[in-house]
């Protein structure tokens, strides 16, 4: 099992421009969910989804759009990258309660 | 705003001693977790303590729950180098479908 794989690794973005983050699983879990963590903070929520066809926001939607077509993938779209979504980027899986963590997207808005 | 705050920020002790890292959030919780994160990498999930349970050990970690308090501590003994991370508390605000995590405590073990 590869686990929960994200690609890119490092994205350099300007202002204004739109991207997609992919995230996939391989365990067949249902719960899926992108978080970005900024110096000194833990991880805030951004959207979060329950199963396939299913999304809802989270703590920090602003800015942010997600899909859910198959249990594999979750991908995350930023349509008009600010200099405020400088951040590292974490999608995660989870049957129940332990989640299980991508490596993270290191994402840098110019 | 987030759920969980860590204290102390930062912690520095000598191998083999205990270290002591707790969490306080703010709304009634279905169940903690405690992550663990390595410099640049992902987390990984350590102890998942349940809302009616007080206290769980697995291994060198020993995590307590105090409801009334909402707070919780993470508790490691006999600390190795290895064990240099940020630790981070997570609980699910009673949604079952959204965890929000706290700050973290940055822990060093000097050899």
């Known amino acids: 099992n590869a686990g929960v794989t994200q690609t890119p690794k490092f994205q350099v973005l300007k202002t204004g421009q739109s991207m997609t983050l992919q995230c996939a699983q391989d365990?067949?879990?249902?719960?899926m969910s992108w978080y970005r963590q900024d110096p000194g903070m833990g991880l805030r929520l951004i959207h979060y989804?329950?199963?396939?066809?299913?999304?809802d926001q989270g703590e920090v939607p602003n800015g942010y759009n997600v899909s859910r077509s198959t249990t594999e993938d979750f991908p995350l779209r930023l349509l008009s990258a600010a200099p405020s979504q400088t951040s590292v980027y974490f999608c995660?899986?989870?049957?129940?309660?332990?989640?299980?963590f991508g490596p993270g997207t290191r994402l840098t808005v110019l | 705003s987030q759920q969980g705050e860590e204290d102390p920020q930062a912690l520095s002790i000598q191998e083999g001693e205990n270290a002591t890292m707790n969490c306080s959030y703010k709304?009634?919780?279905?169940?903690l977790q405690w992550y663990r994160q390595n410099s640049g990498r992902g987390l990984v999930h350590l102890i998942l303590?349940?809302?009616?349970?007080r206290e769980k050990h697995s291994g060198r970690l020993r995590v307590t729950l105090d409801t009334s308090k909402k707070s919780s501590s993470l508790l490691i003994t006999a600390s190795r180098a290895a064990d240099t991370a940020s630790y981070f508390c997570a609980t699910d605000a009673n949604t079952g479908n959204q965890f929000y995590f706290g700050t973290g405590t940055s822990l060093t073990v000097i050899p």
């Open positions: 303590i349940r809302s009616n349970e």
């Open positions: 709304t009634s919780i279905n169940n």
């Open positions: 989804s329950v199963g396939a066809g299913i999304t």
């Open positions: 995660a899986s989870s049957r129940l309660d332990e989640q299980f």
């Open positions: 365990m067949n879990h249902e719960y």
